[in-house]
């Protein structure tokens, strides 16, 4: 999974994505239990998600391309009403994909935000034609509006 992640988003060779740590788990947890989620079916995640609950000013900056990933992340605060959620990334094993797991967990994973914040917006840097579709999707399925960072890497 972790190959997989290096493969397609190439974090260590861009200091402004957000590469993921015990400092950074912590924090999003703090943010919301459901900010990460997985599926596995015993023998490791197939399937994993990364969400990131944050302003709509912060949204905007990050969309605008006025602050990185890593940036919306640090500036996020905890323990505010948070209104935008961040569709950061979604990785599934190759052979599980096209089934409808990853869009399931997201999904799950945005309901029990919802039930604590009022997000209005959510927001994507697509990097796969696969992850912009599953984007749309999840938009469409839930009545939000879907913002798409400028500048996008596919």
């Known amino acids: 999974m972790i190959h997989l992640v290096d493969e397609i988003f190439a974090v260590k060779n861009d200091p402004g994505q957000l590469d993921v740590d ?23 995640p197939i ?10 000013t912060l949204m905007n900056k990050f969309l605008f391309n006025t602050i990185s990933e890593k940036e919306l992340f640090e500036q996020t605060p905890v323990h505010v009403q948070y209104d935008a959620l961040y569709l950061c990334s979604a990785i599934t094993l190759e052979e599980y994909r096209g089934k409808g797991i990853t869009k399931k967990i997201t999904l799950d994973a945005i309901e029990k935000i919802r039930k604590e914040y009022p997000i209005k917006t959510l927001f994507v ?24 960072k400028q500048g996008t890497n596919m």
């Not at 840097?125 to 913002?147: C, H, M, N, R, V």
């Open 22 to 44: 015990e400092n950074v788990i912590k924090k999003l947890k703090e943010i919301h239990p459901a900010t990460l989620s997985e599926y596995n079916e015993g023998s490791g």
């Open 47 to 56: 399937a994993w998600v990364l969400l990131i609950p944050t302003t709509e």
């Open 125 to 148: 840097w697509p990097f796969t034609k696969q992850g912009d579709i599953l984007a749309e999707k999840l938009a469409q399925e839930i009545s939000l509006p879907l913002k798409k």
